[in-house]
């Protein structure tokens, strides 16, 4: 099984930054974490779900036109954590943040990411 948990989500005004972490677990996971694309989507109220980035175990990235050069994804492999830094956050970022795994060489379709995250909220004040 592969279980994620988000973390790190919150309030801040238009301009800042957040990073948000996911911590990867389970048998499944562990025994082949290095398969795994971990991906971010976010979901504004009212809106669909929409692919943000993701980050191949191998380290290789894909953003979103709407968030490249303001945010960065990384991980790390020894704590099986992956993060996405946000910086310079426009109110237009304000949604849910899932975090996803799948063996899906980088998709950014959300169909391809059998395992979801609770979500943590990040809401950009103007």
């Known amino acids: 099984q592969v279980q994620l948990v988000e973390s790190g989500g919150g309030l801040v005004q238009a301009g800042g930054s957040l990073r948000l972490s996911c911590a990867a677990s389970?048998?499944?996971?562990?025994?082949?974490?290095?398969?795994?694309?971990m991906g971010w989507f976010r979901q504004a109220p009212g809106k669909e779900r929409e692919f943000v980035a993701a980050i191949s175990w191998g380290g290789g990235t894909t953003y979103a036109d709407s968030v490249k050069g303001r945010f960065t994804s990384s991980r790390d492999d020894a704590k099986n954590t992956v993060y996405l830094q946000m910086n310079r956050l426009m109110p237009e970022d304000t949604a849910v943040y899932y975090c996803t795994a799948g063996t899906n060489g980088g998709s950014t379709r959300t169909y391809d990411y059998p395992h979801w995250g609770q979500g943590t909220q990040v809401t950009v004040s103007s």
């Open positions: 389970g048998r499944t996971f562990l025994s082949y974490a290095i398969s795994y694309t």
